[in-house]
């Protein structure tokens, strides 16, 4: 047995009915876990499931056995998901199928390492657990590979070798390459297969507030006690000597002790509040420091601070220009500089003591890396002069970092200024072989547009936003950076451009109605800029009018036109209407900065002959309410939004004043009676440039192919 399978073997407990104490026989016996922070056991929601309602919900304590045959009780904190009926568990557990247990008395147990990679397959793995196969509980151990991941979104890793039998489910699956937990045993397939939950799937418990919170305070408590282990005992019997001891052989100058001093460093800060936040840091260090132009090719969803430094391995100069400089070891030091800078921004007292430790500690690295990089880092960290232009009359203490940056500056140099990492792109076109609509989720990103996820079959129309809920939210979580949220843009069929997404909720309300309060239950058109986009230009080259009409309400000044010019003196119900092709030669006649208005719906009926004409004209931005019936105030929501576009002046101007008017006339107890006018107001914004539309075919001079 090598150190670290013994190191293992020590983490490992098992887990019983409640009050089994002393069982010899095992005949409570439930199934495995391992401690992965001082009191705190990860195990299998199915595992724990077996006790009930009592027991998932924390009321009723469990047996938590240790491999020395010491017994305390441990109370069940999380469970993800939790069933719908936790007295009647579900006979298969949908993933990520994960529980923490807090044990009393387990301050000073032995815990193992959580990865903070990523991506974690292929890799050679062990698996550790108790079993009953042979009477008394006993400690099983087999190997084998992390293949693969099952499911449209990798949420299981696919396991192959020696599996061990059953009762090792919420056992440690462990990288033994790399000397790292990277996911927690399910169950048994057929034959040597097996599944496993991949020890990222942790990062759910962070999609709600005090999930966020419980898993800052795990990863925090995680990484101390392995600075604390290292510490103590050096690399002789803990998990950054395990790490060293399989380094290979030229590795570079990040090394496992390196790691260990900085995860317990940035532990102690502030957590991110969003991926986006995390990712947004590691996109521009990729793109400091690789030659080649940075293209993000998988998305990722970190929520800890040490995620970030997880996705900077193996870092290499692809164009092999500087093969002697140890780029991981750069791009990390200049990574959490840039921590240090987003985190001192947000002036929470509780951070300057860290700050200062984690600033003090990178001044203080004695490793070679390129001037140039040392001296970015040292500008990052202590380059907070109020006047950037003026030299400062003394450089900044040593071991400090200035909370006093202000916004307006570039605090880290050749940054761009603060903003969301991407924006949000929904596509939903009609289904072509079965009923309803198919969808997908993109991030819109200056020089990418990436995909997230997609529907697999039709969905109803009134079923959109439930199936589209947590897609959309997974998108904006990993979009969002602190108080700069993304836009959602939704590409729509024409026949759905009255469809209410301004008014969708990332979260159900709950019983007794959403609080104001929740950013998940707001609208998001209360809370973000909403606009929507339409689906059948985009497929097909943009056409001279479109880019001429963008460019002149991008310019501006504003001016509106009606978008059907019967409504002003019949009302968008009124009697008579005006013919497609009257529309389209007045609205091709009008200015470039003009946008098109309307007081109705235009998803069917006059006010979509009207839309379609306007969109064949050219216009990108058009402003229109979907309520159908039963209002008399046409003329004033003409008036209103005439006189809301001339304030706008520009095209980007519109976007706060329409935010504005949803959230005034959206309280349905006391509504502004100024802005009723502005109920169920629409926005069509449509870039032709962004993302770019596909070009012209270039032909050679000649017949064209497949011409007669």
């Known amino acids: 047995m090598s150190a670290l399978d013994g190191t293992v073997r020590r983490s490992v407990v098992r887990i019983s009915a409640p009050g089994s104490g002393y069982d010899p026989s095992g005949a409570q016996f439930w199934g495995s876990g391992f401690f992965v922070a001082p009191g705190w056991v990860l195990t299998c929601a199915h595992v724990v499931g077996m006790g009930g309602g009592d027991v998932l919900g924390g009321g009723t304590a469990i047996a938590i056995t240790d491999s020395r045959g ?141 999930g966020r919170d419980r898993l800052h305070a795990l990863v925090r408590a995680h990484d101390l006690h392995h600075l604390r282990r290292y510490r103590t005992v050096g690399t002789g019997g803990s998990w950054t000597g395990f790490q060293h001891a399989l380094r290979p052989a030229g590795a570079g100058g990040f090394t496992p002790v390196l790691r260990t001093h900085l995860f317990a460093r940035l532990a102690e800060l502030s957590p991110p509040g969003t991926p986006g936040e995390v990712m947004s840091l590691v996109d521009e260090v990729k793109r400091r420091m690789l030659q080649a132009p940075y293209q993000p090719g998988t998305e990722h969803d970190p929520r800890t601070w040490r995620e970030g430094v997880g996705l900077l391995y193996d870092l290499r100069d692809e164009e092999a220009r500087a093969p002697q400089r140890d780029l991981e070891l750069e791009a990390v030091l200049l990574y959490a500089a840039r921590v240090a800078a987003a985190v001192s921004r947000a002036q929470n007292p509780a951070d300057e003591a860290p700050l200062r430790e984690l600033s003090g500690w990178l001044t203080g690295r004695e490793e070679p890396i390129e001037p140039v990089i040392r001296d970015e880092i040292d500008q990052i960290l202590h380059g907070g002069a109020t006047c950037p232009e003026q030299p400062r009359e003394r450089p900044a203490p040593p071991g400090t970092v200035e909370l006093r940056k202000p916004e307006r500056r570039k605090v880290e140099p050749g940054v761009p200024e603060a903003r969301a990492r991407a924006d949000v792109l929904v596509e939903i076109d009609r289904a072509l072989y079965d009923d309803g609509y198919h969808w997908r989720v993109r991030l819109l990103r200056e020089d990418d547009l990436l995909m997230l996820s997609e529907s697999k079959e039709g969905v109803p129309q009134a079923e959109l936003e439930e199936a589209l809920r947590e897609p959309l939210a997974e998108a904006l979580r990993q979009s969002d950076v602190g108080e700069h949220l993304a836009a959602v843009e939704v590409a729509l069929p024409r026949e759905l451009f009255d469809e209410p997404v301004d008014s969708w909720q990332l979260s159900p309300p709950a019983l007794g109605g959403a609080s104001f309060l929740d950013p998940d239950t707001l609208p998001l058109g209360q809370r973000r800029v909403v606009v929507l986009r339409d689906r059948r230009r985009r497929d097909r080259p943009a056409s001279p009018e479109w880019r001429r009409r963008w460019g002149g309400t991008a310019r501006g000044p504003l001016t509106a036109v009606p978008l059907r010019g019967d409504t002003l003196r019949r009302g968008h119900d009124g009697p008579g209407r005006e013919s497609g092709h009257a529309a389209y030669d007045r609205l091709s006649g009008a200015e470039d900065c003009a946008v098109p208005v309307y007081c109705g719906p235009v998803a069917a009926g006059p006010g979509a002959a009207a839309m379609d004409a306007a969109l064949a004209a050219g216009h990108a931005v058009v402003i229109w309410r979907r309520c159908a019936t039963g209002h008399t105030d046409c003329a004033e929501f003409h008036r209103h939004i005439s006189a809301l576009v001339c304030e706008a002046k520009t095209a980007a101007g519109i976007h706060r004043r329409i935010r504005s008017l949803r959230i005034r006339s959206a309280d349905p107890e006391y509504p502004d009676p100024e802005v009723l006018w502005a109920r169920s107001i629409a926005l069509l914004f449509d870039s032709p440039d962004r993302p770019p539309l596909p070009e012209l075919p270039l032909y050679a001079p000649g017949p064209r192919p497949g011409a007669p």
């Open 70 to 210: 010491s017994t305390t009780e441990g109370r069940v904190a999380l469970v993800l998901p939790r069933p719908d009926d936790p007295d009647r568990p579900p006979r298969t557990w949908k993933l990520p199928d994960l529980a923490l247990v807090e044990v009393d008395g387990a301050e000073d147990a032995e815990c193992l390492w959580l990865s903070d990679r990523s991506a974690v397959v292929p890799a050679r793995i062990s698996l550790h657990g108790w079993s009953t196969e042979f009477g008394e509980p006993s400690l099983r151990s087999g190997t084998g590979m992390a293949s693969g991941t099952d499911g449209p979104e990798g949420s299981a890793m696919l396991l192959r070798g020696e599996i061990p039998v059953a009762g090792c489910s919420g056992g440690p699956v462990v990288d033994v390459a790399r000397g790292a937990v990277v996911g927690v045993c399910k169950g048994r397939g057929q034959d040597t297969a097996g599944l496993a939950v991949p020890v990222t799937a942790l990062r759910r418990m962070a999609n709600e507030r005090p």
